[in-house]
Structure formats: C-alpha cells, structure tokens
C-alpha cells in the first residue's frame, strides 16, 4: 500500500533554514505530484507548493515565493521542502501529500507529519 | 488574495444529515475548482474524502458525498456516526497546479 514517510521533528533558529523529507513507498513516484501543506497550532491547513515530476518544475503559493524550495529525488523516491528565513510564525506541522500527475485534480495519501519549531 | 471560506462550525445529531460548504472570494464554485475535501481528527493528518466535486476514494464512507450548491461546493454526510465528530476542510484549485484551502469547518455530533 501507499506510505508517505516524513523526516523527525527539528527546532530551528529565527532566520536560519529547515529541510523536511517524504519518502514515498507502494507507487509509482515519479507518477504523481507532491504538496506539501503547513499547519499552525490551532490553525488550518494551507497549501505551500508542489512539485510534478513530468514537468520537473514547483508551484509555490504566493506567500511563500522565494522562502520554500520544493525538490524530488527520483532515485530515492523521496521528496524535500527547504523552507528559509524561519521565523517564529513558522511553528507548524508540515505535511507532504501526493496528487494526481499534473496537481490539478486530486490528493490522495498523506505523511504523518513534521514538527519544525522555530524558536530562539 | 484568494479567499475560501467554510462554515466555522456546525453541530448535528447522530443519524441526522449536515451539509458543509466552500465559496470563494473569486465567484461561484465550479467543477474547474476540482473541489477536494479532507477529514482531519485531533492529531492526526488530514484524510482525504472527496476530489472534484463529488468522486470518493476507495476508502470513502458511502454516507459522505459532494456536490455543487447554490455556487459553492458541498459535503453532505448522512447517517451521521459519532465518529463523523471532526475538522473538515475544503481545497480548490485556482489554476497554474495552484490550491487553497478553506479555513475549515469544526462538525460536533450532539
């Protein structure tokens, strides 16, 4: 069955950069895009960007152009999201979750989750 | 800045039926918004229910269903179970492989 593994929890420092994985097992990965979605204590989800591997090329939301860079390794069957310039305001559980192969019609399996704390 | 918004909260008896909605700041909701809709329980990930529009996945319950409604997207569960008791979210799509979620709607069953 599918299974979307991500990296442990980190503590960051204001102002330096954080890197989470999302292992993809039981699929095709290079068939299908992948998002990643950030969550705030108490809050609700919000849509980051994603990658789709047929294009090669990452869609970033508005708000998060030129901070998030969102990578796949094909070989490894794994996909990145490098989020920099972290601020208090980053706290989150951020979350990878596979779409359809142009991310434009469905999101299916999702990871567990991964704590980044940003603080001093 | 596109804005989603979904009913902050909705209370609804066991066995009762609650329909929740999702509009958007750009105009009515259509089937080119592949309208998503995810559960999401007190610390656990979100579980994906219905994409566009109203298609269900394997493991969809067959008392939740989707729609579009009066120019918005819906979710209508029947047969509420307790266990229905959740977070749920919307996701449209806003072209470009570019999405944005509702702000969520808290379901208690009562």
């Known amino acids: 069955q599918v299974q979307l593994v991500q990296s442990g929890a980190e503590v960051k420092k204001p102002g330096s950069s954080v890197k989470v994985s999302c292992k993809a097992s039981?699929?095709?990965?290079?068939?299908?895009?992948i998002s990643w979605v950030r969550q705030a204590p108490g809050q609700g989800l919000e849509w980051m960007g994603g990658i789709i591997p047929i294009f090669g090329t990452a869609n970033y939301a508005q708000k998060f152009q030129g901070r998030v860079t969102i990578t796949t390794d094909e070989s490894t069957s794994t996909a990145y999201m490098e989020l920099s310039s972290l601020r208090s305001e980053d706290t989150a559980v951020y979350y990878c979750a596979r779409g359809d192969q142009l991310l434009k019609d469905y999101f299916d399996y999702w990871g567990q989750g991964t704590l980044v704390t940003v603080s001093s | 800045q596109t804005v989603v918004t979904q009913e902050p909260s909705l209370t609804v008896s066991p066995g009762g039926t609650v329909t929740l909605t999702c509009a958007s700041s750009t105009g009515a909701v259509t089937s080119g918004y592949y309208p998503n809709w995810f559960q999401q329980k007190p610390g656990q990930a979100p579980r994906a229910l219905i994409y566009?529009?109203?298609n269900k996945h394997s493991w969809t319950p067959a008392r939740f269903s989707g729609s579009l409604l009066g120019g918005k997207a819906a979710l209508t569960l029947s047969g509420v179970q307790p266990e229905d008791e959740a977070e749920y979210y919307c996701?449209?799509?806003?072209?470009?492989?570019?999405?944005?979620f509702g702000g969520g709607t808290k379901l208690t069953v009562l």
């Open positions: 039981g699929g095709t990965f290079s068939s299908y895009a």
């Open positions: 566009s529009t109203s």
């Open positions: 996701l449209l799509y806003y072209g470009g492989a570019s999405w944005v």
